[in-house]
């Protein structure tokens, strides 16, 4: 089954799906790019590992312990050395849980140069004191010093937006575009009712931009990930929340799906 958006799906930032939605993205952008590039460029695949903090809850335990067995265990043990009390308190960790990040590199092939990166940013990415987030902000300092352009796709609507001088317009989700160390910066609003634009993927000079057209991405992986069978969309999409606009919008978009299920 086709998505129902015409764009961006914000059920796809479900923390099960956005995993696979980041990395099949990624994918799908440099096989989409890379007929339109050559011979002279490359996309190229870049993998990077972070690591988040999750927090395992703890289930309580129901089942009765054989009484019996335990007291005879005890006692032996006992018979045979001092018996050490339990701990007072007991409490969790979080633990760390890999994440794989991936860019999408635009090299020339003679000189291997670095030309453009395009960065889909992920849940971390947006975290202000996580360290993808400080790596990300860095990041787009090296590019820029170093005359990269910087494709940056954010299609979250939770986290931090790039901190630009020009106040940005209440949209769920952007596309922003730095050529290289310009202090311009251009932008795409994307709202929920609307395809995507095709975007400009900037080159070297003389070369002119190649078109990357991102609705027909997403279309595209959502029929091949199946993500209509993975997605409830009885529920409400995941936070944060839906404008109230948007929030009515999708609500009627989603009833003939809501009726099939």
Not at 129 to 156: C, N, P, S, T
Request: aromatic share 8%.
């Amino acid at each position: 089954m086709p998505s129902p958006f015409p764009g961006m799906d914000p059920y796809l930032e479900a923390s099960h799906i956005w995993e696979d939605f980041h990395a099949s993205l990624a994918s799908e952008v440099r096989k989409q790019l890379a007929p339109r590039l050559r011979p002279r460029y490359v996309a190229v695949l870049t993998p990077r590992v972070t690591f988040d903090e999750v927090v395992i809850e703890e289930r309580p335990y129901s089942a009765k312990p054989d009484v019996s067995v335990y007291r005879l265990r005890e006692t032996a043990f006992a018979a045979e050395t001092d018996v050490i009390p339990p701990p007072p308190i007991t409490g969790r960790v979080a633990i760390e849980e890999e994440i794989r990040l991936y860019t999408v590199e635009i090299q020339e092939v003679a000189s291997g140069r670095l030309v453009t990166s395009i960065e889909i940013l992920s849940p971390v990415n947006k975290r202000p004191g996580h360290e993808a987030f400080d790596q990300h902000q860095r990041k787009r300092r090296d590019l820029a010093r170093g005359y990269v352009h910087l494709l940056e796709i954010d299609l979250l609507r939770a986290g931090r937006r790039w901190p630009l001088l020009t106040p940005l317009p209440a949209a769920p989700y952007f596309v922003f575009l730095q050529r290289g160390c310009g202090a311009r910066v251009e932008i795409w609003p994307l709202r929920l009712q609307e395809s995507i634009p095709v975007v400009p993927v900037p080159l070297l000079e003389p070369d002119s931009d190649a078109p990357l057209d991102l609705s027909l991405a997403i279309r595209t992986l959502y029929d091949e990930a199946a993500y209509d069978l993975r997605l409830d969309y009885r529920q409400p999409p995941p936070k944060p929340d839906l404008s109230s606009e948007d929030a009515v919008w999708v609500d009627a978009l989603l009833q003939p799906v809501k009726a099939q299920s």
